[in-house]
């Protein structure tokens, strides 16, 4: 059983928002018939917000799945439910930022951040099946799995 260093996690963030943005601002300019400055400074804010959610959604999410399964394999329905719970919590974050910046309802926002959210759900879960597979969880040694089951938790 292991877990991904600190540093593999900003790797994993850094990567996910940048290739992130660099589809979202352009399709979400056409698709909202919005300014691609105005779609910018969304993604730009976004990738900020999501990061930082990312890393502390990511944490908690692996350590959770360890304390209750014991491990950090990640099956399909589980996933999902990651993808799922990420970005639920994401939207809950942006749409007053979406709604107050460009100047629409909160349900304007919520109606445009579903679509959002519908993308970056696929892409959140093809990303981590791709991540996983170019830089794949290392084993811990004997040595540190021994050290870290006599620490109290």
Known sequence: ????????????????E????????????????QPV?????????????????????????????VRVTGRVVKTMPIRVAHAMLFEAGLIV???PFVAWYLGISLWAALMMDISIVAFYL???FVFNIAYDRVFPVRELSAHRRTASRALPA
């Open 18 to 33: 940048l290739i992130g943005i660099a589809i979202f601002t352009p399709a979400a300019a056409w698709l909202f018939n």
């Open 37 to 65: 400055a105005h779609m910018g400074v969304i993604g730009v804010v976004s990738a900020t917000v999501a990061t930082i959610w990312n890393l502390l959604f990511n944490l908690g999410f692996d350590h959770a799945l």
């Open 1 to 16: 059983m292991s877990m991904r260093s600190f540093s593999d996690r900003i790797r994993h963030a850094v990567l996910f």
């Open 93 to 95: 974050l942006l749409i």
């Open 122 to 124: 696929v892409y959140a």
